[in-house]
DNA sequence: CCTACCGATCGGTAGG
DNA sequence: CCTACCGATCGGTAGG
């Protein structure tokens, strides 16, 4: 059997662009059908509706953090690697899985209920382990004795939304990106 | 003559909450009408249409940031106080105009042109003249010899997103924040 | 996978 | 400022 992507896998690809490019509510059945040349009832045949789509590209970026989260968690490394691991982990999702993540983190809030509550939850979930990270740091003495929810936004921020201007500046590979942000974010926090 | 908002003025701001809340293209202008208390159809009376708001917000915010930087910019302040200024500044903005900052980060680019061409102009504009700023700091040999365009993105980013996580968390006062991030970001990017 | 079509809702206008 | 209404487009379904 050749390896192949599924129907389904190719809308949700399609989708991902789209709704990088105009945002979720802008982005009609119609322009998808069109991106990958069927008439827009086709889709239905291979998903549910619309935010099914949003729901699939969401939660599916959420278990790939959830997990690399979690295996870092359980790792012997101490508080600085483990953030060095996050930062560069960060970088890899934002420069390769560019188009899927911006919906990921920036259209989770068109889901509707109970989906909408239920990914919440996961981001919160994900916020607080990163915090208990940076908070085990700061209790061994090597991280600044700052507020950990200010220190968490702020480290966050900083790796969060780098999809939204590699893209477009390229100033050098990701690997290199993550070598100076990871430098930039860790001398910001150490002590 | 009392001072008042004018009607208009009251519409804005009703969108920059919806536009928040939902998004610009999520957001109808049946439901800005009911949150002003009107019909739909009367809130052309004072504006010509929904883009209208989107563009007068983005302006508005772009005109605010540019003014700071260029007072910044013309200053004697050494790079570190500017960079210090500067994250003040988009601190104050993120905390104190909180609703239409989001619409100023996040929807302008459901502007249709020639708004979006000026708009994405000051954008850039403002990141060059950061830059600058930037620059000059490694030059001098205070901040760290990082591909500015990197150091530019990992600071901006840092601050630009505050009002994200800021309204739902509020760990402390905006003094004691601003003080906080200042502190990160700078050790962060001192060499 | 398509044609044909549904009711709902969109931004906006006419006219008073 | 409202009522009444426009054509366009939305997500989605029926039926083959």
Aim: with cysteine.
């Amino acid at each position: 059997m050749p390896v192949e992507k599924t129907k389904k896998q190719i809308i949700l690809e399609a989708a991902a662009v789209l709704f990088r490019d105009k945002g979720y509510s802008a982005t009609s059945m119609r322009d998808l059908a069109e991106a990958v040349q069927l008439k827009a009832s086709s889709l239905y045949n291979h998903i549910s509706g619309k935010e099914e789509i949003l729901k699939t590209i969401c939660f599916q970026n959420a278990k790939v953090f959830h997990d690399e989260l979690e295996a870092i968690e359980a790792s012997t490394l101490s508080p600085t690697e483990k953030i060095e691991q996050l930062v560069r982990f960060h970088i890899v999702m934002a420069t390769e899985e560019v188009t899927s993540i911006t919906s990921f983190n920036d259209e989770w809030r068109h889901l509707t209920e109970p989906d909408l509550s239920r990914f919440k939850e996961l981001r919160k979930d994900y916020e607080q382990r990163f915090k208990g990270i940076l908070k085990a740091g700061i209790t061994e003495g090597i991280f600044k004795n700052i507020d950990p929810t200010i220190l968490l936004h702020t480290v966050l921020s900083s790796i969060r939304w780098v999809y939204d201007w590699y893209r477009t500046g390229r100033p050098c590979t990701p690997d290199e990106l993550a070598k100076e942000i990871t430098d930039i974010v860790l001398s910001g926090i150490k002590r």
